[in-house]
């Protein structure tokens, strides 16, 4: 009998299928991999198994041990066994590794916690997994590879059966990476099964039992690891036909409008650490450049630095139509007509507390309005000229965006880049999280800008969208350019290959 | 289109209109509480009079307080500087011999120095403004102590007291009214214009016209129940004109839109190219040019500056926000909800002295109101 055992699980959100029926399992003791593109599902369903989705908002069956169970929260799931790890961490950074183990499960009596308990149990516990850790250290002061630890030694003290690993690797240095193997291959040859999600592919064959591989929501195969290979997975995580949601359009190419050389960005937190490693590029008016990779290649602090908002530290040099520009902050950006949709609309695009006019108005305030005066009419007339090229649906320019679906925000966020009249327009992700009517409304515009000679770049997980939409694509690798393809040569695979770092396609 | 779903439900919209509606409804059920218990002595000319003198100070900082707040911030060091830049327009006048018009002025740039300075920090440093300002709060007292040896200063110039204590003409009030309305009718009737001129709405200029009755009204009404006792007080003529550059700054220019985006959602502001720090500098500059305006209305109210002149104002400014329905979080709150709040609060104290309640229950009756007033407010925007 399995240890764990997921039926036909299916999970919707408004305008999204994210699940649609996946079966898994897990065995005792076994490493299974869950592999997909980006949005394929991984992450929900992991969701759905730890009672982040509590039981009743998502269909089918979760059984452990035989025994169909229902989790109305995480700590329910807890208890049956199953712990998670998150890709963030979540670790209160100023306490100690022994109050982190034990947070929320202190051996008390009367509400005083006994602490002698607690750092002997965390002592005892970390000596019996092998970690080199002090329990009273504070866990701030760790490294990123020991953090990741500690959240495994958390997960077992509550006696997890079922260990879930997302994108364990993705901070890790070479070395952290074989201490957290050696650990991960001494619990698994204690029972413990676990679920291993991760984009590096060579990690996974190293290590997994079995791989499964979802795709759009649906598992499209578990094999035995041994009866695969990386080009099998390959074809498998993007076997999809491009549809033709994507309008074929040639786009006519101009000169070039903006020229990137040497970027290079490091990270703000972790000096030293370049998260943008030597990257030059260009785009011609009318082209749509595409950027593909998995996330954390750093695709976004690409734009990002480029755009003057990067945090960290940068330096390269820009070109806009031939001439070297200077830009230090997104105003100097916008002032070179460069736009930036940003990813993520909620944290980095919208004041969701404003209205669409208020949002699609503010980058190109000065534009609309005047440099120190708003024009409340003229403000009006162009969040309406927005609106109803966009085709928001909205009840006037005054709804509140926070109260609009997520395809409708998107497009304010584009509306609002629109007002800026940009030159150079860089959109990151311009489709996550919104339905595919949204989508192809959105596909649209694109084509309608670099149509009217606005150089696009384009970053997205999506694969197919890439493909689709863009003339060209580049594909970036933990910092560095990996893969420079035209749209005729381009396929899934290639991208795929250059993207998990495989092989280098000399560009 | 499967994109169907328009408007969520459960999410309440907030309608700054039904919120000032609610807000000058409780002001209403206040004066007419009081006006009982006072025996019809607390809707008069005379009071009424005096409460808006009573609000000015307090309000005038509220407006600055409100933009510092809708960008996100907070100044705690409001009542220290109101001290300080009083003390230094009392000494200017008194120990220096300087003119009343200098005196103003150097109360104004003792405001905007600080201001600077502290919206510096704030800004550029990343100190947060409630640490910066908490620190200004301890320190600019301490200021006032050291420069005036701990002793009230007397004022007698009779202009510079003539700002506090003094009352515009009837006549001139008048033509005040007269300019007002016109005032309110030409806006009304731009408006409309420009509406019009730009397609939207029904740019129905008539309409508008009749919409501008009722501030008009207002105006005049106000200007009647002045005059009726002595004429506008100065300190209010002050409180308003600063009202009015406060609503003008919010709702029609860059700087005003940009104080909400950034108070909104500063990571979002900052990508779509506004300069959050710049403009978190001159917010604070702003409110510091204001405490010293209110600084000269207060100074030339009492005819001294005293060492413990503005203490605790920083909080009555920031109720007055906070009863004005502006949001602690940032990006919510306009300026005539602050003035409101301001008005509201200088009534409970108003009233409450005015019924001999004793001073001990003065107090927590104005920090229950402050509570619920915040409370109720929650409870209306909880999703239902």
Known sequence: MPLLEMREIKKEFPGVKALDGVTFDLHEGEFHALVGENGAGKSTLMKVLSGVYPFGTYGGDILIDGEVKHFHNIRQAEDAGIAIIFQELSLVKELTVAENIFLGQEPSRFGVINWSEVYSRSAKLLKELNLPLNPRIQVGRLGIGQQQLVEIAKALSHKAKILVLDEPTAALTESEVETLFAILRDLKSRGVGMIYISHKLDEVFAMSDRITVLRDGRSVGTESTLALDKDKVISLMVGREVGDIFPKTTHDLGDIALEVRNLTAFDPDVPGKKLVDDVSFSVRKGEVLGIGGLMGAGRSESLMSIFGAWRGQHSGELYVDGKKVDVASPADAIEHGIGFVTEDRKRFGLILGQTILDNSTLAGLRRISGAFLTHRSRETVATQRVMRSLRVKAGSPLTITGTLSGGNQQKVVLGKWLLTEPKVLFLDEPTRGIDVGAKQEIYAEINKLAASGVAIVMVSSELPEVLGLADRILVLHEGKLTGEFMKTEATPEKVMVAATGESKVMV | ?384
């Open chain 2, 1 to 384: 289109m499967s994109e169907t779903l328009e408007e969520k439900k459960g999410f309440k919209i907030e309608t700054p209109a039904l919120r000032a509606y609610t807000m000058l409804g409780a002001l209403v059920l206040i004066w007419i509480f009081f006006h009982w218990q006072t025996g019809n002595n607390f809707v008069t000319p005379e009071n009424l009079s005096n409460l808006m003198t009573q609000t000015s100070v307090t309000g005038i900082i509220a407006i600055g307080m409100l933009m510092v707040i809708v960008a996100g911030q907070i100044d705690l060091s409001v009542g220290s500087l109101l001290g300080l830049a009083g003390a230094v327009s009392a000494i200017f006048l008194t120990d220096l011999g300087y003119g009343t018009v200098a005196a103003i002025l150097a109360a104004i740039v003792v405001g905007i120095v600080v201001g600077l300075l502290q919206g510096f920090l704030v800004a550029y440093f990343s100190i947060p403004a409630f640490i910066v300002t908490l620190g200004g709060l301890l320190a600019w007292r301490g200021v006032v102590k050291g420069i005036t040896n701990s002793s009230t200063v007397p004022v007698s110039d009779l202009a510079f007291i003539d700002i506090g204590q003094s009352y515009l003409h009837p006549t001139v009030g008048w033509i005040l009214a007269l300019l007002g309305v016109a005032f309110v009718f030409f806006m009304a009737f731009r408006r409309a214009k420009s509406q019009k001129e730009y397609g939207l709405g029904e740019g129905n200029i008539g309409a508008a016209l009749i919409k501008a009755i009722l501030p008009a009204a207002a105006i005049v009404l106000f200007i009647y129940v002045m005059n009726s006792y002595a004429g506008i007080p100065n300190p209010v003529l002050i409180f308003l004109i600063v009202a009015l550059v406060g609503f003008f700054i919010t709702n029609n220019t860059t700087f005003g839109r940009y104080l909400y985006a950034i108070g909104g959602n500063s990571e979002a502001a900052r990508l779509s190219g506004i300069n959050n720090r710049m403009i978190i500098l001159k917010v604070f500059a702003l409110l510091g040019a204001f405490v010293g305006l209110a600084a000269v209305v207060n100074t030339a109210r009492l005819g001294s500056a005293t060492v413990d002149a503005g203490a605790l104002k920083e909080l009555d400014a920031i109720a007055a926000c906070v009863i004005g329905g502006t949001s602690l979080m940032g990006g919510q709150g306009t300026v005539f909800g602050a003035c409101l709040g301001a008005l509201i609060m200088a009534s409970l104290d108003n009233g409450m002295s005015s019924i001999n309640l004793e001073s001990y229950l003065q107090d927590i009756i104005k920090g229950v109101i402050l509570v619920s007033a915040v409370g109720l407010d929650m409870i209306g925007k909880r999703p239902t």
